[in-house]
């Protein structure tokens, strides 16, 4: 049976329902239920800016886009957006899916913490992008309803804390490889929880390279 859940229909062919079950047996509770109101938050952005999607991208999108957080598909050097993205991949390429559409997905998961960008892209990109907005930063937050904001959480509650729960996964998916976090927003973590972080300059990097002038 469909569970709907704020007027949302969670995707449930065969592709979906194996996501979600590699998705919970790897995330723990706090990333999964994240991931899960991820979905729910970039479907209904959709609904309320009337914007086409494909509900199994964006559902795969939102439900890996943290995959690379996890022991199991996080690489040494590689941002965790990548290793997420790139386990997505993987996974798709078995259900004979359009390139395009594995593309969307990959770009939907290693963009997602890149903001100013994934929102002029394909609804994939922007959708898993928004709702992550949501969930983590609280954007938008108002431009959904109560009832809309209640039913979601109901199903997929904000526990452990999950201002600080979130980003300590994001330290402890990130602490271990601190270059990744050059130009992106894990920098802010980890100089937050790693007293031993030194954050890279990208103007003493322009003006310490080999270049003569």
């Known amino acids: 049976?469909?569970?709907?859940?704020?007027?949302?229909?969670?995707?449930?062919?065969?592709?979906?329902?194996?996501?979600?079950?590699?998705?919970?047996?790897?995330?723990?509770?706090?990333?999964?239920?994240?991931?899960?109101?991820?979905?729910?938050?970039?479907?209904?952005?959709?609904?309320?800016?009337?914007?086409?999607?494909?509900?199994?991208?964006?559902?795969?999108?939102?439900?890996?886009?943290?995959?690379?957080?996890?022991?199991?598909?996080?690489?040494?050097?590689?941002?965790?957006?990548v290793d997420g993205a790139n386990a997505a991949r993987d996974f798709l390429t078995g259900y004979g899916l359009p390139e395009r559409d594995i593309d969307d997905v990959w770009a939907s998961i290693a963009l997602h913490t890149t903001p100013g960008i994934p929102e002029h892209m394909r609804p994939t990109v922007a959708l898993v992008t928004a709702g992550v907005e949501m969930d983590v930063l609280g954007i938008a937050y108002h431009d959904f309803t109560a009832d809309q904001r209640d039913h979601v959480c109901a199903h997929h509650p904000r526990e452990h804390d999950f201002k600080h729960g979130i980003i300590d996964h994001f330290a402890q998916g990130t602490i271990g490889k601190p270059l990744t976090t050059f130009g992106n927003v894990k920098a802010d973590v980890l100089a937050l929880k790693d007293p031993s972080y030194q954050r890279l300059n990208f103007c003493s990097i322009i003006l310490g390279s080999a270049w003569p002038d």
């Open 1 to 81: 049976m469909t569970t709907t859940i704020a007027g949302i229909a969670i995707p449930d062919s065969t592709m979906a329902r194996a996501a979600t079950e590699l998705v919970r047996d790897t995330e723990d509770d706090l990333l999964y239920n994240h991931s899960r109101r991820v979905f729910l938050w970039g479907a209904l952005t959709a609904a309320r800016r009337g914007i086409g999607y494909d509900p199994e991208l964006l559902y795969i999108g939102a439900m890996f886009h943290d995959m690379g957080l996890t022991q199991a598909h996080a690489s040494k050097d590689l941002r965790f957006e």
